[in-house]
């Protein structure tokens, strides 16, 4: 058994490693901030703790139908990965992407997109013609709906451009589409 005296020792000693650590995470947020502009100037106070899943999420949000089909989310997600630096995007790191016969592409987009379904936030549709698209359901819209609030504005309005961009195109126009011809959201890193 503590004794009393045992006791206010483990507790002075747990507030001293707690006052450490909010030492480390100060110089963290110190050094973060000298180094990156667009941390210095957030005057939000917006944190880095979007996840590329999230992004993900957000886009489906943001498409006008709630909905993409997969070449639409990809070539969305790595034009906004092109336009964007990471500190924009809050992100440490996004999705990396290859080229393949239809565009840009990236696997961790379809186990992200997997992890979502299996949340309920998303349904993978099979139904009718072009194939299989994701559609947000009632649950994921309202966590979409949180994001934009820690989310920069700007970052939000890339991805809106990007989205109207890419959804302005028919799916056979979309596969011959060189993402270098977008207009951009004058974002560049």
Wanted: contains cysteine; negative net charge; proline residues 5%.
């Amino acid at each position: 058994m503590l004794s009393v005296s045992h006791l206010f020792v483990s507790i002075g000693a747990a507030f001293s490693r707690l006052r450490v650590c909010a030492t480390r995470r100060d110089c963290v947020i110190e050094a973060c901030r000298s180094a990156c502009a667009r941390c210095a100037t957030n005057k939000n106070g917006r944190s880095a703790a979007i996840s590329p899943r999230d992004w993900t999420l957000l886009a489906l949000a943001q498409s006008s139908s709630g909905s993409l089909q997969p070449l639409q989310l990809q070539k969305a997600l790595c034009l906004l990965s092109e336009q964007l630096s990471l500190p924009l995007l809050q992100c440490d790191t996004f999705y990396d992407f290859t080229p393949n016969e239809y565009g840009p592409f990236s696997a961790a987009i379809y186990s992200d997109i997997e992890e979502l379904a299996s949340s309920g936030l998303v349904i993978v549709s099979h139904d009718g013609w072009p194939g299989r698209h994701f559609v947000l359901t009632r649950e994921g819209r309202e966590a979409a709906q949180q994001l934009p609030a820690t989310i920069e504005p700007e970052a939000v309005r890339c991805l809106t451009a990007v989205l109207a961009w890419i959804t302005s195109f028919e799916l056979r126009e979309l596969l011959q589409v060189d993402l270098a011809t977008f207009p951009g959201c004058n974002l560049m890193r």
